[in-house]
């Protein structure tokens, strides 16, 4: 949510430029969407605080500013959803929970059945946090983060 404050921010004094009669209209709708954001920032604050230190996972590098922003005591492997990981990508994993027994992994997208039965026998949870690398299918950014938001929450041990 900061990047994107900072991205509508520059976006906002763009479109002001090229249409200094609407400023007052862009200033109302830029204030209006930072609260949105700061709001959702404070939200997966509360949520990444509430973890504290439990060991998570995250299929894909993609989040490492997530992780880096909410201080998550986490672990990104390279595992794709619609890919059921090899036996190497098995045995590596099983080698990151010695030293990082997490209950959880976050997705990108579903993960195939194959994926989450193989997960669950190693006592794993699947959940999706969609990182919005893309427009969402449905909704909007603020709309995906938000469910993201309550995935984080819902994590409990």
Not at 49 to 55: D, K, N, R, T, V
Request: charged share 25%; aromatic share 8%; proline share 6%.
């Amino acid at each position: 949510p900061e990047l994107a404050i900072q991205q509508a921010q520059t976006i906002a004094a763009a479109i002001a430029l090229q249409r200094p009669e609407q400023e007052a209209e862009i200033q109302l709708r830029l204030d209006s969407l930072k609260r949105d954001l700061v709001d959702l920032d404070s939200r997966l604050g509360v949520a990444a605080e509430a973890l504290g230190e439990e060991p998570l996972l995250f299929s894909h590098p993609v989040y490492q500013y997530l992780i880096n922003r909410y201080g998550l005591n986490a672990v990104e492997v390279h595992w794709e959803p619609d890919i059921a990981p090899d036996g190497h990508a098995w045995e590596h994993l099983e080698e990151l929970l010695e030293s990082h027994p997490a209950k959880w992994m976050l997705w990108e997208g579903e993960p195939l059945d194959v994926t989450v039965r193989g997960l669950e026998d190693r006592g794993i949870a699947s959940l999706v946090f969609d990182p919005c690398g893309n427009r969402p299918d449905e909704g909007d950014y603020l709309s995906a983060m938000a469910a993201n938001a309550a995935t984080l929450e819902s994590l409990t041990w």
